[in-house]
């Protein structure tokens, strides 16, 4: 059914879905100066990798329904917010807020909704810095202001979130207790990681400077 709405408007879709890619652009290049930049005043790069999509028409469709609402350009235009997404992969979880700080203080890009997952992760356990911006892109008649949805993780959530997608994420039924638990304590584990990381670095750092006091 909802194949048969797309190929009716497909033309329609394309036009409006266009200037999605342009934003990803945008966005792309400005977290780059910023990992760049950073990289040469600390001596150290926030983003340890980057990854960028435009959800497909059939998955925007997918997600209207899930959502309950009809499947028409208008809807996914207002109503679906990561049409154009961002994920960016940091070292540190420090690191993910140094982006997210960055990224506000930039004049044409309106955050204009931040879910905090990593100081109040998911029940089952995901962790993740999300925004949904609004950058302009500039067409040869028209600006457009074009919504993004950033996802920043650190790489040990990004393992935890990619297998969990994998295995369980939409799963049409109910997942048993005690994989729900099993699945927490993974989370957990990765957390422990990123914790275990940071003492290092920090260690390492003191190790650094004690070094240059001799
Ligand atoms: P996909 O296939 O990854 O694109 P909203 O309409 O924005 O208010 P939404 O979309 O649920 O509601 O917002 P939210 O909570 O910010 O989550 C958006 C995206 O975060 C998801 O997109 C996933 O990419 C990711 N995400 C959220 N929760 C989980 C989770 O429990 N596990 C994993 N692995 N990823 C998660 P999509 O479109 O649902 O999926």
């Known amino acids: 059914h909802e194949t048969e709405i797309l190929q009716s ?9 266009f200037v999605y890619k342009f934003a990803l652009e945008e966005i792309n290049t400005k977290l780059k100066i910023l990992n760049e930049e950073y990289q040469y005043i600390h001596n150290h790069n926030p983003i340890e990798h980057m ?6 028409p059939a998955s925007i469709a997918k997600k209207l329904q ?13 109503q679906i917010h990561d049409i ?8 540190f979880i420090s690191d993910i807020y140094t982006m997210f700080d960055a990224i506000c203080r930039q004049d044409d890009i309106e955050v204009i909704r931040v879910k905090d997952y990593i100081k109040k992760p998911k029940a089952n356990g ?3 810095l999300h925004l949904i911006v609004k950058i302009p892109v500039f067409l ?23 297998l969990e997608h994998k295995i369980y994420y939409k799963f049409e039924k ?8 099993e699945l927490k304590k993974a989370a957990d584990a990765a957390h422990f990681l990123d914790e275990k990381m940071k003492k ?15």
């Open 9 to 17: 408007n497909l033309l329609e879709w394309k036009e409006h879905l």
């Open 51 to 56: 990854k960028s999509r435009i959800k497909s």
């Open 66 to 78: 899930r959502k309950g609402l009809e499947i028409t350009v208008g809807n996914a235009i207002e």
């Open 84 to 91: 154009a997404g961002v994920r960016i992969t940091c070292s």
């Open 126 to 128: 995901y962790k993740s």
């Open 140 to 162: 040869s008649n028209d600006v457009k202001k074009v919504k993004v949805e950033i996802q920043i993780r650190t790489i040990a959530m990004d393992f935890w979130a990619s």
């Open 174 to 181: 109910e997942i048993p207790e005690e994989l729900q638990l």
């Open 200 to 214: 290092i670095r920090d260690d390492v750092d003191l190790f650094k400077l004690e070094e240059m006091k001799i």
